[in-house]
Structures are given as structure tokens and as C-alpha cells.
């Protein structure tokens, strides 16, 4: 049977852009295990992984869980701010600490003139003292480091969002570049099928050479958007490792699919699930811990009370005596009234940056979501006309090109526009999953699927079935 490209070229554009992604995973990628710093820093067993170490365990096929997991596992930034947290908790220990005791040794009547002039006048004092806080001095101290502490915590709640959405957003893009260069790369093929066969008719005296060098500019073209596709993969790629931070990506390929879709809650049900949160969450603390400094401020007012006792020595008549002290600071002109005033005012300013960041956060759930359902009427819309009537187009123009009644630049036009729209398609889907990732970072957890009727009825089912 006789070679046609034209039909090839209809198969090749139908199946090779959906059929190169396999299914996707079904995981919850918010309780993969995340690194956290041992307590003290001395339990470590063993030195922390070399990038090189790192690089050995990211082989072969990346699935998104893997690349998660090592992310979470590996990330710099976020095993800094896991130290981070550890150096709360040991502030927090301090806080509770009281005041050491304090031994002093004074010797009087010595080094002067007359009787006085050697050490037989001396006096000795051994005493011991203790500062007594007042004002429950350790119990606000300790109320503000328990709230920098859970600060920290939220910081790296924070921080291991930013990672998680990172990741995700790494992974399609790399997910999406590996699509993009298949397409290209099916299409290059083609194309210099085509080349060959416009060739052989011209060299036959059956076309132009005209025509020959209108399909060469094409593949030209094509070829230049290949290596592009190429460049793009490999930045991607770089991209994604450095998130486990590794500067050489050694794994051959991520799985994934790009089309797997899900229905999305309404975006009042959303809103409700902004508690979840992390930023938010943040604020709230940071609103209690100054509430906090401001108590430890007050506190600070009041001055403490130190107490001493001792056993003095008398050289003289050879006996001892005991001493005792008591000294209290008089708050006259510092009562840390300047401490108190600018830790009321940064209460201020938190109040006000808590309300700032709700109103940001809505907007920013607000955008990602309108960001979403257009990339899903988008892809509703190509799947429904556009895909469509472009894949009729070329069936109707390779027909008509084999009965004669289209030209080949008809063809390459018919081919250029389903190249451009399953491209168009892919750029969708990839909008649409970075989409979902700024989503799940603004509520702070995974968004479920909704159940469809069918699922519903499922379930229905089921029940009935228990009762």
C-alpha cells in the first residue's frame, strides 16, 4: 500500500498529545513527612545528605509524591526555618528560668594609714544575695517566648506551604514541557515526512519546487520551536530538583497527567475553608504574643527586690557577725513607661497587619479562583468546538487534498491550526493545575474532589445497603 503523510499526520495529531501522560496519582500531599530538626541538635545520627546524596535518590521516573517528599525532606529554606522553631523552644526554656544567686566577698579596713595600714584592722564579709522578680516578671516572660514559639511554628507551617505549592507548580511545568516538546516532536516528524514526499513529487515533475521550499520553511520553523521545547524542558527540570536542592536533575522523566481534572467546590464554600490558612493563622498568634509584650513591659516597671546575708569577720576582736541586706530600686524617673509605649503601639500595628492580610488573602483566593474556572471554561470550549472543528477541518482538507481540490499549503495551514489548538489545549490544562496549587496554598490543605450524581449515588447505595 502506497505511503500517505496526510493520514498520518490526522493520526499522529489526534492521539499524541493525550495519550503521553499516564494517570495520575490519587495522594494527599499535605501529610507526607516533612523534615524536622532534632532536640537537641547533638541526637543527630548520622550528617545531613550531601546533594549529592540527594541526587542519587531522585532517579528514574518523578512522580509528584516523590518529588514532594524529597522536597520536604530536603528543602534548605524550609529545614532552616524547622532550626528556627527549635531555637524558640529553647528560648522558651530560658524564660523559665529564674535569676541566678550571686556570691560576693568584701574585705574593708585595709591598705589605709596608721592602725590601719596593714590587714590587721580587716574585715571580712562572705554574703550571699538573690534577686526576688516582682510584678510575675517569669510568668509574662515565659507567656511571650510560648508565643514566639508557636510563631516560629506557623512560620514554618508557612514556609512548608510555599514549598508544597512550589513543588507543584514545579512539577507542571515540567509535566507540561515533556507534553509540549512530544507534540513538537510528533509534529517534526511528520513534517519531514511531508518534506520527503513534496521532494520526490517535484524531483517526478508532479509539483513545484515552489512548494517544496514553502514545506522546508515550515519544518524550518518547526524546528526551531523544537529546540525551544527542548531549552524549556531543560529549565524546568532545574527548576524542580532545585526544590529538593539539587543542581543536577538526574531523573529521566515525571509521571503525571496534565488532564486529570476535578470539580471544584464554589467559591463561598471556599471562603469558609480559609481558617485553614496558615498566614492567617499566623497573625492571630502574633496579635497574642503582643499582647504578651506588652504585659512583659508593665512588668519590667516594677522593680525587683534583692535580698543578701552573710558572716562578716572582725580582725580586731577576733569574732563574727552576721550581715544582712535588702535593696529595692526606686522608680522615680525610669518606669519603662517608653518600652510599654512602643509595645502598645506595635499591638497596633499587628491589629491592623492581621486585617491587611485577611483582606489580601481573600483577594489573592478571589484571583486563583477566577484564574481556575477560566482555565476550565477554556478547556470546556476547546474540547467542545475548538479541538473539534479543527480535526474536521483536516480531515476535510487531507480529503479534499487527495482528490486534488486543495492545495498543500491548504494542508499545512489545516495542520498549523490543530498543532496550534491542542498546544492552546495544553497551555490551559497547565493554567488550570498551577491554578489549583495557589488555590490549595491559600486555604492551607488539598481540595477534595466534589462528588459527582453518580458518586452520590454510589454512596446513597451503599447505606442502604448497611441499614
Known amino acids: 500500500m502506497r505511503f500517505n503523510p496526510l493520514i498520518v499526520i490526522s493520526i499522529v495529531l489526534v492521539t499524541g ?27 543527630m545520627s548520622e550528617a545531613p545528605p550531601s546533594v549529592k546524596e540527594i541526587s542519587e535518590e531522585a532517579i528514574g521516573e518523578m512522580t509528584l509524591k516523590k518529588a514532594v517528599a524529597l522536597a520536604l525532606l530536603n528543602n534548605p529554606e524550609l529545614k532552616a526555618f524547622s532550626w528556627a522553631i527549635r531555637a524558640r523552644e529553647a528560648a522558651t526554656l530560658q524564660a523559665r528560668l529564674r535569676p541566678n544567686p550571686e556570691i560576693g566577698i568584701d574585705i574593708e579596713n585595709v591598705a589605709g594609714a596608721g592602725a590601719f595600714s596593714g590587714t590587721d584592722q580587716a574585715e571580712t564579709t562572705i554574703s550571699l544575695s538573690q534577686v526576688l522578680e516582682l510584678g510575675a516578671k517569669r510568668k509574662t516572660r515565659t507567656r511571650a517566648a ?62 513545484s519546487p515552489v512548494e517544496e521550499t514553502k514545506v522546508k520553511v515550515a519544518l524550518a520553523s518547526i524546528e526551531i520551536k523544537f529546540e525551544r521545547a527542548k531549552r524549556a524542558l531543560t529549565v524546568a527540570r532545574n527548576h524542580l530538583a532545585a526544590t529538593w536542592g539539587s543542581r543536577d536533575p538526574r531523573f529521566e522523566r515525571v509521571v503525571g497527567s496534565l488532564a486529570s481534572i476535578s470539580k471544584i ?3 463561598e464554600k471556599l ?62 524617673i525610669n518606669r519603662n513607661q517608653g518600652a510599654v509605649l512602643e509595645a502598645r503601639h506595635e499591638f497596633e500595628e499587628a491589629k491592623e497587619a492581621q486585617r491587611a492580610a485577611e483582606v489580601r488573602v481573600n483577594t489573592a483566593l478571589t484571583d486563583a479562583y477566577n484564574a481556575l474556572t477560566t482555565a476550565s471554561a477554556e478547556l470546556a470550549a476547546l474540547n467542545q468546538n475548538v479541538l473539534p472543528g479543527a480535526q474536521e477541518t483536516f480531515e476535510a482538507v487531507s480529503t479534499g487534498y ?4 486543495f492545495s498543500l499549503i491548504d494542508v499545512l ?36 474532589p466534589e462528588p459527582t450524581n453518580a458518586d452520590k449515588k454510589i454512596t446513597d447505595e451503599k447505606k442502604e445497603s448497611t441499614q
Not at 512539577?171 to 521532494?199: C, K, M, N, P, Y
Open 271 to 332: 471562603l469558609q475553608r480559609l481558617a485553614q490558612n496558615p498566614e492567617l493563622a499566623r497573625w492571630a498568634v502574633e496579635v497574642s504574643n503582643r499582647q504578651a509584650v506588652i504585659a512583659v513591659e508593665k512588668s519590667q516597671a516594677i522593680p525587683d527586690l534583692t535580698i543578701s546575708g552573710g558572716l562578716r569577720s572582725l580582725s580586731g576582736p577576733d569574732d563574727h557577725a552576721f550581715v544582712l541586706g535588702l535593696s529595692f530600686p526606686l522608680p522615680l
Open 265 to 267: 467546590p464554589s467559591q
Open 17 to 43: 498529545l493525550f495519550g503521553c501522560a499516564s494517570q495520575n496519582e490519587n495522594i494527599e500531599l499535605h501529610n507526607i513527612p516533612t523534615f524536622r530538626s532534632p532536640s537537641p541538635p547533638e541526637t
Open 402 to 405: 487527495r482528490l486534488g481540490k
Open 146 to 207: 510560648i508565643a514566639q514559639h508557636d510563631l516560629s511554628g506557623w512560620d514554618y507551617e508557612i514556609k512548608r506551604m510555599e514549598v508544597l505549592t512550589q513543588v507543584s507548580k514545579a512539577f507542571t511545568a515540567v509535566l507540561s514541557a515533556q507534553e509540549a516538546l512530544h507534540l513538537i516532536e510528533d509534529v517534526l516528524g511528520i513534517g519531514t515526512q511531508v518534506v520527503e514526499t513534496v521532494s520526490a513529487r517535484v524531483k517526478a515533475g508532479k509539483a
Open 413 to 448: 495551514d489545516a495542520q498549523r491550526t490543530i498543532s496550534e489548538a491542542k498546544g492552546q489545549y495544553l497551555e490551559a490544562l497547565t493554567n488550570y493545575h498551577l491554578s489549583l496549587a495557589d488555590l490549595e496554598r491559600i486555604i492551607g490543605e488539598s481540595i477534595s
